[in-house]
């Protein structure tokens, strides 16, 4: 079973804020700013939008990167023992 998908990996990557993170919550993905989120869960946190864009070729992602990117990251939620 997949916890992050291509459509939370695109959240991340559109979200406004410069310092977007996503967060894994009771079974979600959840992209705040990364000064919204508190201690209880900064072990939660599954990526932050700056540590992806080293893994972006191009001007525009296509679904195929998110879909790389989503699965890397659901490697994560995985590892965090969700």
Do not use: K, S
């Not at 559109?14 to 894994?24: N, R």
């Not at 939008?49 to 001007?59: E, V, W």
């Amino acid at each position: 079973m997949a916890f992050i998908d291509r459509e939370c990996v695109r959240h991340l990557l559109e979200a406004p804020d410069p310092d977007a993170t996503l967060v894994f919550v009771r079974g979600e993905c959840v992209v705040l700013p990364d000064a919204e989120i508190d201690d209880a869960h900064r072990g939660l946190v599954i990526a932050r939008r700056r540590d992806l864009t080293a893994h972006i070729h191009g001007d525009t992602i296509t679904d195929q990167q998110l879909d790389l990117l989503a699965e890397r990251l659901d490697n994560v939620v995985h590892d965090l023992g969700a």
